[in-house]
């Protein structure tokens, strides 16, 4: 293994009391000089503001589960509609153990309609290449090349780490583990992660992984169908209500038109009925007339 440059363990700008947060451009290229960060296959025209942009590497699997190598003679594979495949990256990245990273899918590539399957943080010590699954959830294939920009990976300071201590004391401090090594200073435990190069695809296990590609591209097409059947059942359901409450509105307003009908008949027949009232009590003066004049006439003259 390569002679491990001191800024593996030590910050050079630890007594900088403004050191923390994200890394600018020029930290980075100045981390990259000593082969940090960006330990292989850097590119100057990949730096951003505050990040870095990794590129498509040699090594994939297919949307079959296949893996596979591409290079300048085969320069790109096709990921299937619906479907996974999984890519490294051509950089290799040496981390120091007092800096963390993040990395994700480029906007371009989310609108392309792929998703970036794994967590996106790196551990602080992490050596070797990244690899990931990548999800087409598009109906279409979807070209992936050799060397193309797909992610962009940022830097960010940690809490202080083996303060005031050499890196060559470090490094005789450590405390070799199964998964992980630490470092114990006074009350304190560091945890680190071991310092051999993690290959592409490292944790590829190849027959589960194909079972696990082809389970999710079923639950993929699964799930659109669910969706597509969602879809369907809600605008039928949506139709359903709306002739459901026409429907109800047109009775609702027969009903209202019939009781204005029926209120109209009934003010008439109140009406005629005041009216024949009337006529009868008119009938009755009359005829109340008549008989005292009938009673008059029959009376005998003095």
């Known amino acids: 293994m390569a002679e491990i ?50 590129r498509i590497g040699d090594k994939y699997v297919d949307s079959d589960g296949k893996p596979g190598t591409l290079d300048d003679k085969n320069p790109h594979f096709e990921m299937r509609p619906n479907s996974i495949v999984y890519v490294s990256t051509l950089e290799k990245l040496d981390l120091p153990h007092y800096i963390a ?78 998964e992980l090594d630490q470092v114990r200073i006074g009350g304190d435990t560091f945890l680190l992660f071991k310092q051999s190069q993690y290959p ?20 993929l ?3 659109r169908n669910i969706g597509i059947g969602f879809a369907v ?19 609702t307003s027969d009903l209202s038109n019939e009781t204005k009908s029926l209120r109209y008949s009934l003010q008439a027949s109140q009406n005629e009925l005041k009216q024949s009232q009337a006529d009868l009590q008119v009938l009755r003066d009359k005829v109340t007339a008549i008989e005292k004049t009938t009673q008059t006439g029959q009376r005998p003259h003095p």
Not at 24 to 44: G, T
């Open 5 to 54: 440059h001191e800024w593996k363990y030590v910050d050079p700008k630890r007594k900088d009391p403004s050191r923390k947060g994200m890394l600018l451009s020029n930290e980075i290229e100045m981390f990259q000089k000593n082969k940090l960060l960006i330990a292989e296959d850097f590119e100057a025209k990949n730096l951003r503001p505050a990040a870095y942009t990794l």
């Open 101 to 178: 990273a993040r990395f994700n899918l480029r906007v371009k590539w989310v609108y392309k309609g792929i998703l970036l399957g794994t967590g996106p943080q790196v551990e602080p010590g992490y050596r070797g290449y990244l690899s990931c699954p990548l999800y087409n959830f598009t109906d279409r294939p979807i070209r992936i090349s050799y060397r193309e920009d797909f992610a962009t990976i940022d830097f960010e300071r940690t809490t202080d780490f083996c303060k005031d201590m050499s890196a060559s004391d470090i490094q005789t401090a450590v405390v070799k583990g199964d």
């Open 200 to 219: 592409r695809l490292k944790l590829w296990p190849g027959y589960d992984v194909l079972s696990s590609l082809l389970e999710m591209e079923r639950d």
């Open 221 to 223: 097409r699964t799930w």
């Open 233 to 251: 059942s809600f605008f039928a359901l949506t139709l359903t209500l709306l002739s459901f409450g026409s429907n109800l509105f047109r009775q």
